[in-house]
């Protein structure tokens, strides 16, 4: 079952409360600390990554303020442009660091019920199935189960947004020449998790009363994926229909 989404604007408001954060272009200390969850459904506390923040100031903080003013007009279409005169790895960057923590949290409310009994492969339905391989210490794709599959994608975008070879941390240091590769393969394996979450787990969510969220969430990470060519339309399939609902309106 799909529903259309909304663009309501208190639910925006209420997504950037909770989920926006900043990519840290300069740091002098550790700025992570563990995410909680807004639900209340934080059953298994390594399922929350920690997010990254930025101090007032920095170049993560003034684009956070951008996309704060953006998503709170609730025009999730301008939300997710380029700032006129930004740079685009730099916009890249903190809207990586975002999704990141929006599908990290989103999933951790589900731990309970994604597990390897209930979800033993990681799937879309029943035309789709993801295997895992990181390329270096898991270069085969390996069967493997949803959450195992979940835990792995996390671990390994936590480690590429860790590596200030990929995500600079210093203030001028350019990006590699094929960061926005890394990028989407990053956005790829997230919507992945999407597909899981909408194929096995809608009905659960519609029972948590989060559809409205997950629904505005999902539509904000297509909207900026379709802008910025991240991800290829065959990976798409296996949320097609409402991929289509969200972009043929634009």
């Known amino acids: 079952m799909f529903i259309l989404l909304s663009s309501d604007k208190k639910e925006l408001l209420r997504q950037n409360f909770i989920f926006q954060v900043s990519y840290l272009k300069k740091r002098k200390s550790k700025p992570l600390s563990l995410t909680m969850s807004l639900f209340g459904l934080g059953r298994n506390q390594r399922t929350f990554r920690p997010k990254k923040s930025a101090p007032s100031g920095s170049k993560g903080a ?15 279409r301008e ?9 685009l790895n730099e916009w890249l960057a903190v809207n990586t660091v975002d999704f990141f923590n929006q599908v990290n949290l989103l999933y951790g409310t589900l731990t309970e019920f994604c597990t390897p009994e209930n979800c033993p492969t990681m799937t879309a339905g029943p035309k789709y199935e993801y295997r895992w391989a990181d390329g270096v210490q898991i270069k085969k ?4 189960s949803a959450p195992k599959y979940v835990e792995y994608l996390m671990d390994w975008i936590e480690a590429q947004l860790d590596d200030e070879s990929i995500f600079p941390q210093k203030l001028g240091a350019p990006f590699p020449h094929n960061f926005k590769e890394v990028v989407k393969t990053i956005f790829k394996r997230l919507f992945r998790v999407y597909a899981h979450i909408y194929h096995s787990h809608f009905q659960k969510i519609v029972s948590l009363k989060e559809e409205a969220h ?3 969430c999902f539509k904000h990470f297509i909207l900026f994926t379709c802008e910025f060519g991240l991800i290829d339309k065959k990976e798409l399939a296996p949320l097609q229909e409402l991929v289509d609902s969200i972009i043929v309106p634009y």
């Open 62 to 76: 003034q684009l956070k303020k951008h996309i704060d003013a953006t998503l709170g007009s609730g025009n999730l």
């Open 214 to 216: 997950l629904n505005t």
């Open 79 to 87: 939300a997710v442009r380029l700032p006129p005169g930004e740079d």
């Open 141 to 144: 794709p390996i069967e493997v």
